[in-house]
């Protein structure tokens, strides 16, 4: 009779124990996934008001070229990026190394923002915060490197 009652003793820990280890893998796998935030887009001439896109493009209104938010601007100067010197496709968010080649990834350099009027009311003028031209009123245009100086 003890010997029986001892087999049912072990039986029931072992049966409490594996239903505990179950319940504990279910609770890591219900944890909240965090969802990748998209870049949001919106109107330098905000001619829609606040709304934002989802993809970059140009405005279905007034048909200028659709700028990060402000939010989304912040967030990359606050970011830090690093990037293989040899795959400048490859990128991580810390410090590592390249996929491709093994090389150390190297922090990116924030690149540096220039705006100027599209109409260019004040010629090659410019400014290194978005705003508005002082002369015309109209939304100032990010500029875009073409690397058309550069000798490489």
Do not use: R, W
């Amino acid at each position: 009779m003890k010997a029986i009652k001892m087999l049912m003793m072990a039986a029931l820990t072992i049966v409490s124990v594996s239903l505990f280890a179950q319940d504990s893998t279910k609770q890591k796998s219900k944890a909240p996934k965090q969802k990748m935030e998209q870049m949001k887009y919106s109107c330098p001439m905000k001619c829609e008001g606040d709304k934002t896109y989802d993809k970059a493009g140009k405005c279905p209104k007034c048909g200028m070229d659709l700028t990060k938010s402000k939010k989304e601007q912040m967030k990359m100067e606050v970011m830090k990026t690093y990037t293989c010197p040899m795959h400048p496709d490859v990128t991580s968010d810390k410090p590592g190394k390249c996929s491709k080649c093994g090389m150390a990834l190297k922090e990116k350099e924030p690149a540096v923002v220039a705006y100027s009027c599209p109409m260019k009311c004040e010629g090659d003028k410019t400014y290194d915060k978005p705003g508005n031209c002082p002369k015309c009123g109209m939304a100032l245009k990010e500029q875009k490197d073409d690397h058309s100086n550069h000798k490489h």
